[in-house]
């Protein structure tokens, strides 16, 4: 049974940083490519970025390029998202996705298993 959970989460002030981290097990970690997907409320889900199972390739939403980094680490079985100069429209609870065999996508639907979120509030 594959499970993703996610921590890091919290409320910071507009300007600030968080760093989410999320785990994966039940299954090899390095056959996943992994995403960071957001959901603020009243809204539908949303891609944020994405990470190939070694690493190489990253790609993201604009709205964040350039203030938000995914990375992993396969050994911990970890995918981190790292968040800089946040704002409040950033606000939102952040899932972690996992693919199996893929490449990653912005398309939710193509995600196999998903972690239970994560709230980031940015106060301005």
């Known amino acids: 049974q594959v499970q993703l959970v996610e921590s890091g989460g919290g409320l910071v002030q507009a300007g600030g940083s968080l760093r989410l981290s999320c785990t994966l097990s039940?299954?090899?970690?390095?056959?996943?490519?992994m995403a960071w997907f957001r959901q603020a409320p009243g809204k539908e889900r949303e891609f944020v970025a994405a990470?190939?199972?070694?690493?190489?390739?990253?790609f993201y939403a604009d709205s964040v390029k350039g203030r938000f980094t995914i990375s992993r680490y396969n050994v911990k079985n970890t995918v981190y998202l790292q968040m800089n100069s946040l704002t409040p429209v950033d606000t939102a609870v952040y899932y972690c996705?996992?693919?199996?065999?893929?490449?990653?996508?912005?398309?939710?639907?193509?995600?196999?298993?998903w972690g239970q979120g994560t709230q980031v509030t940015v106060s301005s």
């Open positions: 996705a996992a693919q199996l065999y893929g490449v990653g996508s912005r398309n939710s639907n193509e995600y196999h298993y």
């Open positions: 039940g299954h090899t970690f390095s056959n996943y490519a």
């Open positions: 990470i190939t199972w070694s690493g190489g390739t990253t």
